[in-house]
């Protein structure tokens, strides 16, 4: 990996700026007015009853608007890399946020590494949302014909692409500069590694884009739930003579990564069985680990993603739920009972055949749960013989509750809801608690 200083790269910068925007806007007679003026917000209407953001600032943005570069000072410049396919798929997101994810790639990517952008509409009420987008040089549309859910519509989306890597987005991302020539640097370099970009947040509220630190890695508690962690002292002391390296993660978002597209086919593409959305990113990073692959996130890479409080679809059947159990069954072995104790109403949710996931980790030789804890994330503490249950901490009808912002050393108290989560926290003799 070479690095080199904005200063030193800032003419080349210019001239690729430059030739991608013509490239976009030269070749793409796009009227975004029109397109995204057929769904706003009118006066009197929630602006966060669709997509639980703010339509009405999303809807004030140009789709080729600039955002601040927030990569480091120093940052990897590459060449002779492999084209992507990416795929992004959508159900009835908002046209101006897909719109300026569609064209954030294709404005901020080297047009010679980006074969094409496949979209895929997961029966979306409005066909238009998508079909009116294949007018964009490079986009496809393919369109579901009854709902789907992110995992099926993504494989479908994966088995149409026709370059040799795989990069997926979410639909309301904006991609930074230099975003892409990273991760397919890492991916070139060795087909196993599945690699992800570090997210920075575009506000959802207001939509500024605003840098991410760092310092941070995927993690996860027994509850199963995705959390930021951060990096040791010691992991962090040893990036300073490099803080560009890439940063070994147990687990990655799962909405923005980037897969040879041979290694996503020969390791089992997505649980088909999984629906809607949720827990899939557990599957995937066990996945990935256990069967002799790696995870990395990029500090060269800087993507915007808009982080919302809930999600603006239903889940029928409880499918997130379901998901995370199907992922605690396949691969977690015996392990998977702290899970269960830090969310008993899991047990009661049927998950239905997992035959021929486990085929398949037979098949790949994967290593066991065990493995997994002890060298990727020794970290996760694992409950000893002192440990008496999992249980809440609990005053009327009120329960201590993580609130999301454990991480932060941040506690409070909601309503008790009895279904674990952000409400566990783990009883040990003399009195002793842990969340």
């Not at 008496?388 to 409070?412: E, P, S, W, Y």
């Amino acid at each position: 990996m070479r690095s080199k200083s904005r200063m030193t790269l800032f003419p080349i910068k210019f001239v690729l700026f430059l030739h991608n925007y013509l490239y976009v806007f030269n070749k793409t007679d796009f009227d975004q007015d029109l397109y995204v003026g057929a769904t706003v917000v009118r006066p009197g209407q929630d602006p966060y009853a669709r997509n639980k953001f703010n339509q009405v600032e999303s809807d004030k943005l140009r789709m080729d608007r600039a955002v601040s570069d927030t990569r480091h000072d120093q940052y990897v410049s590459t060449s002779d890399l492999p084209a992507s396919s990416v795929v992004i798929t959508f159900h009835n997101e908002a046209r101006s946020a897909l719109l300026r994810t569609v064209v954030s790639v294709l404005k901020k990517s080297p047009p010679h590494l980006v074969k094409e952008i496949i979209l895929v509409d997961d029966y979306s009420d409005n066909p238009e949302d998508g079909a009116l987008l294949g007018k964009i040089e490079k986009v496809r549309v393919l369109r579901n014909d009854r709902r789907e859910g992110l995992m099926r519509s993504r494989v479908r989306g994966a088995d149409a692409a026709m370059a040799p890597v795989l990069t997926f987005l979410d639909s309301h991302c904006e991609c930074n500069d230099h975003w892409l020539e990273p991760l397919l640097e890492r991916v070139a370099e060795d087909k196993t590694r599945v690699v992800s970009p570090i997210i920075d947040v575009i506000n959802m509220d207001n939509f500024q884009y605003v840098g991410a630190s760092a310092d941070l890695k995927g993690g996860f508690d027994w509850n199963l739930v995705f959390k930021w962690d951060y990096m040791t002292l010691e992991q962090r002391r040893a990036r300073q003579g490099n803080p560009i390296a890439p940063i070994k993660t147990p687990m990655i978002a799962g909405g923005l990564f980037v897969m040879d597209k041979e290694y996503f086919e020969q390791l089992g593409k997505y649980d088909m069985m999984m629906d809607v959305w949720g827990g899939e990113n557990l599957e995937i990073s066990f996945r990935v680990w256990q069967c002799g692959g790696n995870l990395e996130i990029i500090p060269c890479s800087r993507v915007g993603h808009v982080f919302r409080k809930q999600h603006p679809y239903t889940f029928p059947g409880g499918s997130g739920t379901v998901n995370t159990r199907r992922a605690a069954e396949v691969w977690m072995d015996e392990y998977k009972n702290f899970y269960y104790a830090a969310v008993p109403s899991a047990r009661n949710v049927p998950y239905g055949n997992i035959q021929s996931r486990l085929e398949m980790k037979k098949r790949l030789g994967c290593k066991p749960f065990k493995w997994y804890l002890e060298n990727v994330y020794p970290e996760l503490r694992v409950p000893d013989h002192q440990d008496i249950a999992f249980g809440a901490l609990q005053q009327g009808g009120n329960c201590l509750d993580t609130l999301g912002h454990f991480a932060d050393g941040v506690v409070g108290v909601y309503e008790c809801h009895n279904a674990g989560g952000n409400q566990v926290v783990l009883l040990r003799q003399h009195t002793q608690v842990s969340l």
